[in-house]
């Protein structure tokens, strides 16, 4: 789809100032037979950057796509989800806030290398847009062009990963272009070796459950943003980040307007009052009877 962003942003109708530079970082085995991990990273070129897109072109002759990761993704929105189309990978999302700076992953690429080892890749149709209030567009370059990745591989075997995902706070927020201004919730984290596969989200009014028990909530898979059943926010929301070799992350949100019979500190005060009342009766009924 052209120009998604368009439905989440209004641009301004200022000229390219600067430009933003997509890297391509590659680890693995550039050989017939062999695997590669090709990630995009984005450097905002000393700039603000909370929008980009654009479809990255790559040989099919030469690799065939077997995987698209986005679970470690700067962009928290997307507008088009990477997906491999027939002008090649296409991406277009957003980042409310904005980021500024260098080395932080868009997207991942696991390809079977079928011949060669020098590949070569193309970006189309690419733009970022600066966080400055008005949308205001820059280039989107690619550097570099042309992948010579070392015979020896460098990917993550999923089945040696032990590290849980990174820690994350889930946010809430309303908005009336989202989900027709029901609550929903924010999420994302990163995993430094096999990489995020999905999100699971739960919700659970009461108490919040010990760690020990939250394979008793009835999880749904879900991706940011999500909008909560729970309209009146009066629930525990958790969200679960799940990686690649099934190590699972857990983050607790508590509830926005907590009923008072699930406010512990209510509770407390009604057993002090309990308490209170209990002395002031047995001094009473010993006094009666001195």
Do not use: C
């Not at 368009?6 to 301004?12: A, E, S, V």
């Not at 990978?89 to 080395?103: D, E, K, L, Q």
């Not at 990963?161 to 924010?186: C, H, K, M, N, Q």
């Not at 070799?245 to 309990?274: D, H, K, T, W």
């Amino acid at each position: 789809m052209r120009l998604a962003l368009t439905i989440l942003l209004t641009l301004g109708i200022a000229s390219p100032a600067a430009a933003a530079e997509l890297q391509l970082q590659a680890q693995g085995a550039a050989q017939a037979g062999g695997q590669i991990v090709l990630t995009a990273l984005l450097d905002s070129g000393g700039e603000s950057i909370n929008a980009i897109e654009g479809t990255l072109q790559y040989p099919h002759d030469l690799v065939k796509l077997r995987e698209i990761r986005d679970g470690n993704s700067l962009v928290n929105f997307w507008a088009e989800r990477p997906h491999d189309g027939a002008d090649g990978i296409r991406f277009a999302g957003v980042t409310p806030g904005g980021y500024a700076g260098s080395g932080r992953e868009v997207f991942s690429l696991v390809f079977d290398v079928q011949k060669g080892e020098k590949i070569r890749y193309t970006l189309r149709d690419a733009r970022a847009l600066i966080n400055d209030g008005q949308g205001t567009p820059v280039s989107l370059t690619l550097s570099p062009t042309v992948i010579l990745v070392p015979t020896v591989s460098g990917a993550i075997d999923p089945t040696h990963d032990v590290t849980l995902p990174e820690p994350f706070t889930p946010v809430r927020g309303s908005d009336p272009a989202l989900f027709s201004g029901a609550p929903f919730i924010a999420f994302v984290t990163q995993d430094k070796q096999s990489g995020v596969d999905h999100y699971e989200v739960a919700e659970q009014k009461g108490f919040m459950m010990p760690s020990v028990l939250y394979h008793q909530l009835t999880w749904e898979h879900a991706e940011s943003p999500f909008a909560l059943r729970d309209a009146n926010e009066d629930a525990y929301v958790y969200v679960k980040a799940v990686d690649r070799a099934g190590n699972e992350r857990v983050a607790v949100l508590s509830p926005r307007n907590l009923p008072l019979r699930y406010n512990p500190p209510f509770i407390l005060a009604i057993l002090l009052l309990m308490l209170g009342v209990w002395v002031i009766y047995r001094r009473r009924v010993h006094q009666l009877y001195e």
